[in-house]
């Protein structure tokens, strides 16, 4: 196993793509945070009840908030190593390394093996990330308050967990397709438009439905195990009252995320295993 990885770091390492998406995460996380922070010290120092409310909050930038805060924001730009890991399994395709693999001895099981590890080192890479940025934050908006440090640091399990999930989706589109420009095209297409729209329809009809349906969707699934923070939301009870049940599916979600993750690989593992290489 640990040659494996010794292995993948190489491949990744010396991919100048990974350096790429690296650096833009690293200005991304940060930039999208703190157009929120200044979006947010702009609402607060308004007047008005709501306002007002908003300012009980306390500040979402401290911690322990700031877990909670720059996860929901970051969330947002995994489409960043999502489109990183489509890269690196269509080029084991395009370059034929995949093959070269097989024939240098490795099995099938170790090649796929190998697969599920870039998908870990990525998004360990990016909670890395996030978590600096977190903290980062916390320090930069408010006084560093270290008994609240680790409160809600949960979120840092949530956020790879998340990113975990997702990058395991695009790896599949990356996986069936082969092609890179056709699997990032149909990634893209289906990431941002095509499910967002089928979210939105499916909230609109939920009553008739009787059910939110959307929260099954393949990116709604871990999407959903981060909720938008309290301050984000406008005020009132039933908005009140969303973000309680919102927060109490949290569970279901991170229980959905693991199943559909796991069936994900275990079906490129078994497929990898019967396919003509």
């Known amino acids: ?4 990885i010794q292995i993948e770091w190489l491949k990744i390492k010396k991919y100048p793509a990974f350096w790429a998406m690296l650096i833009i995460v690293l200005l991304t996380y940060p930039a999208a945070n703190l ?6 010290l702009r609402i607060t120092s308004q007047k008005g009840t709501d306002m007002l409310a908003k300012m009980f909050l306390g500040n979402p930038f401290a ?9 929901y924001i970051s969330s947002f730009f995994v489409i960043l190593p999502s489109i990183l890991v489509i890269m690196l399994v269509t080029n084991e395709y395009q370059y034929k390394t995949q093959r070269q693999n097989v024939i240098d001895g490795w099995t099938r099981r170790q090649f796929m093996a190998s697969k599920l590890i870039d998908v870990f080192i990525v998004s360990a890479i990016t909670t890395l990330l996030y978590t600096l940025v977190a903290i980062g934050f916390s320090i930069y908006a408010d006084t560093f308050d270290a ?3 680790w409160e809600q640091s949960y979120y840092i399990g949530l956020f790879f967990l998340q990113s975990f999930a997702q990058l395991s989706i695009a790896f599949l589109l990356g996986y069936l397709i082969k092609k890179a420009f056709i699997a990032l095209g149909i990634f893209l297409f289906y990431y941002l438009i095509v499910e967002n729209i089928a979210t939105g329809y499916i909230k609109l009809k939920a009553e008739k439905i009787g059910s939110d349906l959307g929260r ?3 990116f ?3 999407d959903r195990m981060i909720i938008a923070p309290a301050f984000i939301g406008r005020f009132g009870k039933d908005i009140k009252t969303a973000y309680e049940k919102s927060l109490s599916e949290v569970p279901s979600q991170i229980a959905l995320s693991l199943l ?3 069936a994900i690989w275990a079906f490129c593992f078994f497929m990898h295993r019967k396919k003509d290489l």
Not at 35 to 40: A, E, G, I, L
């Open 1 to 4: 196993m640990f040659s494996l």
């Open 63 to 71: 911690f322990p908030e700031t877990w909670h805060t720059v996860a």
């Open 35 to 40: 157009m929120f922070y200044n979006v947010f």
């Open 147 to 149: 008994t609240k440090m």
């Open 220 to 222: 709604e699934i871990s």
């Open 216 to 218: 099954f969707l393949p």
């Open 260 to 262: 559909l993750t796991t």
